[in-house]
């Protein structure tokens, strides 16, 4: 029987989640970039525990020494979405990247098939290669995909379920059964009023894009030496920026826009 060497065994592990998250985060911003909402919310990874590794091969009569190879989570990334209807999106999006980088080998919908205890999420195992120590290696890693609402569930009952050593009380079962349906209805709630959430995120991101825009403009100007404009052009922006109103701010953009265009300054 081999025997793992636990000072170096999980590094791959984490080379291959750290890159995950990177890339995932990406491509949250690059929603963010293009101003549209991003269906990835929150992007988590972790490696197991090899006290929590050491417990599932037990409990499934895995060798010690094949943990490493039949568990499929041990490397891990959570992403979280806002709505439901996200979650088909995130899944899309790694099912898109097969050929590259990720390549989806099986999905799991809890979303639609609830677990008996009431847990809700869409689970993606997918083959992930790294270059470590000079050597192409090919990692499994699980990517759960679920709303902030599952996700508040399901921590707070992986908590009691540790507590419980796994054998949670028949009466804490049922709460937490109610707990999962109240979830449910919270995420379909949500679901009808997206349409107003999308827009206000929408305004929101207008808003910082557009005094990103404003300051970067500004801060142009005052470098090719319009000096004296810069603090009626602060003024102004502070006036506008506090009124809150986008169309303002986009037209005050505008006219610093021509002005640099007028002036030929060129962008630092
Ligand atoms: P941890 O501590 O989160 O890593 P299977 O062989 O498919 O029957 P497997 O491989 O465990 O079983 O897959 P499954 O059932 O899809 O569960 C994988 C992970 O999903 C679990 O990992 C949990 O993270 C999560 N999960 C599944 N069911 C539940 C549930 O009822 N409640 C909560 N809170 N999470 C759940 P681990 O290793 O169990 O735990």
Redesign the pocket.
């Known amino acids: 029987m081999g025997i793992i060497n636990w000072n170096t065994a999980l590094l791959p592990y984490e080379q291959a989640v750290d890159e995950m998250v990177l890339k995932l985060k990406n491509v949250q911003r690059e929603f963010k970039r293009a101003q549209i909402h991003s269906p990835i919310e929150q992007v988590e990874g972790r490696v ?1 525990s090899i006290a ?1 590794i050491l417990t ?1 091969a037990g409990s499934r009569n895995i060798p010690v020494d094949k943990a490493l190879d039949v ?3 041990i490397a ?1 990334i959570r992403i979280i979405c806002r709505f439901v209807e996200d979650i088909e999106k995130v899944a899309a999006i790694i099912r898109s990247r097969s050929d590259y980088d990720m390549k989806v080998i099986q999905e ?1 919908d ?1 979303v639609t098939n609830t ?1 008996s ?3 809700r ?1 869409y ?1 993606m195992t997918v083959e992930y290669k790294i270059m470590y120590e000079n050597q192409l290696r090919i990692l499994k890693c ?1 990517i ?1 995909i679920r709303t902030l609402a599952m996700n508040f569930w ?2 707070i ?2 908590s009691l ?1 540790y507590k419980y050593d796994g054998h949670l009380p028949v009466e804490l079962q049922e709460r937490l059964r109610n707990c999962a349906e109240a979830a449910f209805r919270l995420d379909t709630e949500m679901t009808t009023i997206r349409g107003e959430l999308l827009q206000a995120q929408k305004t929101q991101q207008t808003q910082d894009f557009l005094v990103n825009e404003i300051v970067k403009n500004i801060h142009n100007l005052y470098a090719y030496g319009k000096v004296e404009h810069m603090n009626d052009f602060n003024k102004q922006f502070m006036e506008i920026f506090q009124e809150g109103n986008v169309d303002k701010l986009s037209e005050f953009n505008q006219k610093l826009e021509t002005m640099a265009e007028i002036y030929n300054v060129r962008y630092v």
């Open positions: 197991k929590s599932k568990l499929e989570d891990g799991e809890y677990k205890s009431g847990y999420s689970h699980e759960q399901a921590t009952e992986h379920r």
